[in-house]
C-alpha cells in the first residue's frame, strides 16, 4: 500500500485480501488488537510495506504513519514496535500554526499522505511534503525524500518549495503570481508518475491571498519539474478534495477537482476560459514532457452562482473508472467526482465537457443523488461506485449499461456525520469484498459491511462489550487501509489496528 486509496485511480479496492472475509469479520473473530500511539494528529492514511530488512533489526512488515507534529514514523504492522523515527523539522523550527483556520489544528506538520517508491534509492523512498515555521517566524513548505528502512534524507534533501507562475492574481508582482508558504497546506495525497511527485496546495480556509497550485518534482533529484496554476489571473481554486489523493490515467494525465474560485466564463476558440482561471472545475491536466498544462476540463453551468455561495466542487475526490465497452462498441474512459452541491458528475475523459452558460454538457449527471455535501471521496469495486456524503448513509450505485444507477442498490443502515466517510474495499478477487468506512464521532468507529449489500452490517468496533475494540477520538477525512489480514485507521493522537483475535 505505497499510495493515497491503494492506487493512483483512486479505487480504494485492494483485490488481494485473502485473510478477512464476510465471515471471520465479526465482533467474536475480529477486533481491535493494539494502537499505536504517536506525536500528533494521523491526518495522512498510512502506507505499508512488505518484508522490508530494517538494520539490525531483522526482517518486517512495516507500516508507515505521518504525523502533525511533523514526525515521520516506521512501525512494526504486525507488533506496532517502533523500528525509526524523524522529524521533518529544521533546527529551532516548530509546526506551524493553524493560521486561526479549524480545518488543520491545532498544528501543521505532515497532512497528505505520502507515496512511497519501493525502487528509489537503495532501499525504497517515501516522499513527503511538511510545513513547519522558523524562529524568525517565516514558514517553510519542503519536500522530504527519505530511506524506507531508516527514515534518513536521501536526493540531497529537503527541498524548500518555492514557484511562481505568468499571471496578475492573488500575491502577484510583476506580472507572475508567487507561491507563498505560509499561505498553504498540502491537503491532497501526493501522487507518483512517471518519476515525477505531484503536490496540490489549498488555502487557510477561505483565507486570500490564494490562487490553484499544481506542482511536480523530479523523484531523484527533487528539482521541480513543473508548476501550473490554474487560477493565475484570478483567485482562489485552491485544490485540497478532503484529503483525497491526485488521479492519473495510464497516460500520465492527472485528474483533479478544484475548490471555488475564479472561472473566466469568457471561452477562447478553443472552448477555454480566456484568462486560464479554472476556478470551481473538473480538471484534465497533461504532463506530457513533464510540462503541466490543462488539457480538458468540465465546468458546471451555474460555476456563478456555486463560486459565489462557497459551494466547492473540491471538497471532493475525483475516482478514475475502469474502461467500460458502451452498446456501440465504444470503450469508454470514465470518472466521477462530487463536492458541497450532492451532485454526482460522471466525465468522459476523452471529452469532459468544458463550460456551457445553459447546461452541463457531462456524460452523466445525477442530481441530489446524494443526501448531503461531499468532502470525501468514493470508492469502486466490481461496477459499483461507492459514495459517503455529510450525514448520509454510505450509497452503493451499480454500473450497468455505462452509467450509474440513479438511485442506490443498496445503502447502510446508519448515516455518517461531518465529513462523511471515504470508504475501502477489501477482497479476494471479486468474492468476500468488505466495504470499510471510519466514523467522525467522539470515540471514532470502524465499520464492516458486506460490500455487495450494505445493509448487512458485518461489524462495527462499539459492538463489543466493555469497550474492547474503542481506539481513540474520531478524526476527520480519514481513510482505513486494509493489507494482509489488518485494518489500520488513523486516529487523533495514533492508529488504531484491527485484525482476527486468535
Known amino acids: 500500500m505505497t499510495t493515497y486509496h491503494n492506487d493512483v485511480a483512486r479505487t480504494g479496492q485492494n483485490l488481494t485480501e485473502t485473510i478477512l472475509t464476510p465471515s471471520n469479520v465479526n465482533s467474536s473473530s475480529f477486533g481491535k488488537l493494539f494502537v499505536i500511539s504517536v506525536d500528533g494528529r494521523v491526518d495522512a492514511q498510512p502506507l505499508y510495506l512488505a518484508q522490508l530488512t530494517i538494520p539490525n533489526q531483522g526482517t518486517h512488515n512495516v507500516l508507515y504513519v505521518a504525523t502533525e507534529h511533523g514526525s515521520v514514523y516506521g512501525f512494526d504492522a504486525d507488533s506496532g514496535k517502533l523500528l525509526w523515527q524523524v522529524s521533518m523539522l529544521g533546527a529551532g523550527e516548530a509546526t506551524s500554526d493553524d493560521h486561526g483556520c479549524g480545518q488543520i489544528t491545532p498544528e501543521i506538520g505532515v497532512t497528505s499522505t505520502p507515496v512511497i517508491d519501493p525502487n528509489a534509492g537503495p532501499h525504497g523512498t517515501i516522499y513527503v511534503v511538511a510545513m513547519s515555521k522558523d524562529g524568525s517566524g ?8 527519505l530511506d524506507v528502512t531508516t527514515g534518513a534524507e536521501e536526493f540531497g534533501g529537503p527541498l524548500n518549495i518555492q514557484a511562481s507562475f505568468p499571471g496578475t492574481g492573488d500575491n502577484s508582482s510583476g506580472g507572475k503570481v508567487v507561491f507563498a508558504p505560509g499561505q498553504y497546506a498540502e491537503r491532497a495525497g501526493l501522487l507518483l508518475v512517471n518519476g515525477v511527485v505531484y503536490t496540490g496546495w489549498t488555502s487557510h480556509c477561505d483565507s486570500r491571498p490564494y490562487t490553484g497550485w499544481v506542482m511536480g518534482f523530479n523523484e531523484s533529484t527533487l528539482a521541480q519539474a513543473s508548476v501550473l496554476n490554474v487560477t493565475p489571473n484570478g483567485n482562489e481554486g485552491s485544490v485540497w478534495m478532503s484529503g483525497a489523493g491526485l488521479a492519473a490515467d495510464s497516460s500520465g494525465n492527472i485528474f483533479l477537482l478544484d475548490a471555488n474560485g475564479t472561472f473566466d466564463s469568457t471561452l477562447d476558440a478553443n472552448s477555454f476560459p480566456s484568462q486560464g482561471d479554472f476556478g470551481n472545475a473538473f480538471l484534465k491536466i497533461s504532463t506530457a514532457n513533464q510540462t503541466l498544462v490543462v488539457a480538458d476540463y468540465f465546468e458546471m453551468f451555474n460555476q456563478g452562482a456555486e463560486n459565489d455561495s462557497d459551494e466547492d466542487l473540491g471538497s471532493g475526490g475525483a475516482l478514475l473508472l475502469p474502461d467500460f465497452t458502451d452498446g456501440s462498441g465504444q470503450t469508454r474512459h470514465l470518472a466521477v467526482g462530487a463536492g458541497k452541491d450532492s451532485n454526482i458528475y460522471v466525465v468522459d475523459r476523452d471529452a469532459m465537457g468544458k463550460f456551457s452558460p445553459s447546461k452541463n454538457n457531462i456524460y ?14 468514493p470508492a469502486y469495486f466490481n461496477n459499483t461506485v461507492y459514495y459517503g456524503a455529510v450525514g448520509d448513509n454510505i450509497k452503493a450505485f451499480a454500473i450497468s449499461d455505462v452509467l450509474l444507477a440513479v438511485t442506490p442498490t443498496s445503502q447502510t443502515g446508519n448515516a455518517f456525520g461531518y465529513p462523511g466517510a471515504t470508504p475501502s474495499v477489501s477482497a479476494n478477487g471479486t468474492t468476500n469484498a468488505i466495504l470499510w468506512a471510519a466514523e467522525n464521532a467522539g470515540t471514532a468507529v470502524l465499520h464492516a459491511y458486506d460490500a455487495t449489500n450494505l445493509s448487512h452490517e458485518l461489524y462495527n468496533s ?3 462489550s466493555g469497550g474492547r475494540d474503542q481506539f481513540g477520538a474520531g ?14 485507521v488513523g486516529t487523533t493522537n495514533g492508529v488504531g489496528v484491527f485484525g482476527l483475535l486468535q
Do not use: C
Request: net charge positive; proline share 3%; aromatic share 10%.
Open 138 to 145: 517565516n514558514y517553510h513548505q519542503r519536500l522530504h525524500a
Open 475 to 488: 478524526n476527520k477525512f480519514i481513510t482505513p487501509m486494509i493489507t494482509n489480514g489488518k485494518v489500520y
Open 364 to 377: 452523466q449527471e445525477i442530481q441530489g443523488g446524494l443526501s448531503g455535501s461531499v468532502f470525501s471521496m
Open 462 to 464: 462499539n459492538q463489543a
